[in-house]
């Protein structure tokens, strides 16, 4: 609408016009009466107006279309009339731009990759599930910074906090179970190198979610001493159990067969870290429960979204002022004396 140019009959298109705001749309209703008033005009001076006895001949009184010319000027005012109402009326053009933000939280995920990891109760196995529900989780998230811990029989952080989201996709597609070689699952490690990580983070709210498959059979730090320092940090935790108890999937036998071992959970250590660090134990026997699980905390640990909104308002009546000033000339021009007398005749 803008790139019109002033002259162009667009601006009165019903397009056009019906894309207007009206500051002061009470003018609008007054160009019903500009007929109306011209009309009473015209039938004050037909009936009121003093007319002088002349005679004509028959031939001289005929009516013809010309005579139509004379109603030029009144209509030309008429638009006038209009065009100023218009513009009185203020079209307006008025663009909204909202801008989000959040302070955001920082936020640590903490990945079992032992070799227990490996087991296939979850397709393809229970490593491989637990990167899929995290990039999903990273996906919905919005300016959190977001770092990977992961530990099998010793722990180190893998990504930083960050909000390089990119980033961390590609350090979880790179996550194997090669990446450390002690054995073992040490979650008190984990939990310490989490609270290394977070110790300095000025964020209002701190998030470690645990993911782990067994109890703490490595490492030399003790996870309830390792929870109560997170929360002396004000680290809140989510712990997360994943697998099945009793004879599981893991690998297959010469002939393709898949080999099945004896496999038990226990839940006491991880739901004592949950406990401390304020958070939820979940544990979870398939893919969907583990997704399920990752949306829930998603929801729990929503930043507040605040908003800043700017509205950009164009104004659109000298357009109409324009036109009116023109057509008012060019009624002028029609009412001198010449032309007048040009359009009577």
């Known amino acids: ?10 601006w009165f298109s019903f397009s056009t016009l019906q894309a207007f705001t009206w500051s002061n749309q009470l003018y609008l209703y007054g160009i019903a009466l500009v007929p109306l008033i011209f009309l009473v005009r015209w039938l004050w001076r037909y009936f009121y107006n003093q007319k002088l006895p002349v005679a004509f001949a028959k031939h001289e009184t005929r009516s013809s279309p010309l005579t139509l010319i004379r109603l030029i000027p009144e209509f030309l005012l008429a638009i006038v009339a209009v065009l100023l109402l218009v513009a009185l009326a203020r079209p307006q053009k008025t663009n909204e731009k909202v801008e989000q933000w959040t302070e955001g939280i920082d936020i640590m995920l903490a990945i079992d990759i032992s070799q227990s990891m490996q087991i296939q109760d979850f397709t393809p196995n229970r490593l491989e599930a637990a990167k899929e529900v995290a990039r999903d989780f990273i996906k919905g998230r919005l300016q959190d910074r977001i770092g990977i811990v992961v530990f099998s029989g ?3 952080s893998l990504a930083p906090l960050t909000t390089d989201y990119a980033l961390l996709n590609a350090y979880l597609n790179e996550l194997s179970f090669d990446m450390i070689e002690s054995r073992g699952t040490a979650i ?10 977070m110790r300095e983070s000025t964020s209002k709210s701190k998030v470690c979610i645990l993911l782990s498959d067994g109890d703490n059979t490595a490492g030399n730090i003790d996870p309830i001493t390792a929870a109560e320092l997170a929360a002396a940090y004000n680290i809140k935790t989510y712990t997360i159990v994943v697998g099945k108890e009793g004879m599981v999937p893991f690998g297959k036998d010469f002939f393709g067969r898949p080999n099945m071992v004896e496999n038990t959970v226990d839940e006491t250590t991880m739901r004592k870290i949950a406990e401390i660090g304020s958070g939820e134990f979940f544990r979870v026997t398939d893919q969907q429960a583990l997704l399920q699980v990752f949306r829930k905390i998603d929801q729990l640990e929503k930043a507040e979204i605040k908003e800043t909104r700017f509205k950009d308002t164009s104004d ?17 021009l ?7 007398n040009v359009l009577q005749d």
């Open 334 to 340: 029609l009412k001198s004396t010449f032309v007048s």
């Open 188 to 197: 008190g490690s984990a939990m310490a190198v989490v609270t290394n990580r």
């Open 1 to 10: 609408m803008d790139s019109l140019n002033t002259w162009s009959l667009d």
């Open 316 to 332: 659109f009546y000298f357009i109409y002022v324009r036109w009116a000033i023109v057509l008012f000339l060019l009624w002028l």
């Open 154 to 156: 010793d722990a180190f």
